[in-house]
């Protein structure tokens, strides 16, 4: 079955592609009784890795700063053969300084806005409500960047059937 796992397999452009075409991820914690816990966030790709900002207060931080384990997930498709993912394993750094959560609310502000408006004096087109919202709602996050340890990938779209039956046609 080796075969058929690196036949759906993404390439490393694929799997830089799928991500910055997605817009949720689901991440999962380790709660304090060793329990997973999951949550589902906005994200932007930052060099190639998963980044997203969060209340402070939240579980998940609560989790991290214990234990920066973290299992993401960005997955899409409807049926068998539309399936497509990307399932990251490593670690989460917590970002705390307030321009560095501020740059990365704009970021995800703005691809959650689809780009709204051309002109904000960071550049990232949310305008000044937005800016505005963002930099209050700073103080009270904190950013979070994915560092990769083990990335799995699926694209089912490249498959011709379904495993052991050949090729479809």
């Not at 740059?103 to 703005?110: D, E, H, T, Y």
């Not at 990335?151 to 090729?167: E, T």
Request: proline letters at 3%.
């Amino acid at each position: 079955m080796a075969g058929s796992r690196q036949s759906v397999q993404l390439t490393d452009t694929e799997i830089e592609d799928f991500l910055d075409s997605q817009m949720k991820v689901q991440v999962a914690t380790v709660g304090a009784d060793g329990a997973p816990h999951l949550t589902t966030l906005f994200y932007v790709l930052v060099d190639g890795k998963i980044v997203f900002w969060t209340y402070g207060s939240s579980q998940k931080v609560r989790n991290l700063r214990r234990d920066p384990r973290v299992t993401c997930l960005v997955e899409d498709g409807q049926d068998y053969f539309e399936l497509r993912g990307v399932s990251i394993t490593g670690k989460a750094r917590l970002v705390e300084d307030y321009d560095e959560i501020k740059a990365i609310g704009l970021r995800v502000m703005a691809r959650m806005a689809g780009g709204a408006d051309p002109s904000t004096s960071s550049g990232h087109r949310l305008g000044e409500l937005g800016e505005d919202l963002v930099s209050k709602q700073a103080h009270k996050r904190v950013g979070i960047v994915i560092e990769p340890d083990k990335v799995a990938s699926w694209d089912h779209r490249k498959l011709g059937a379904l495993p052991g039956q050949g090729s479809a046609g």
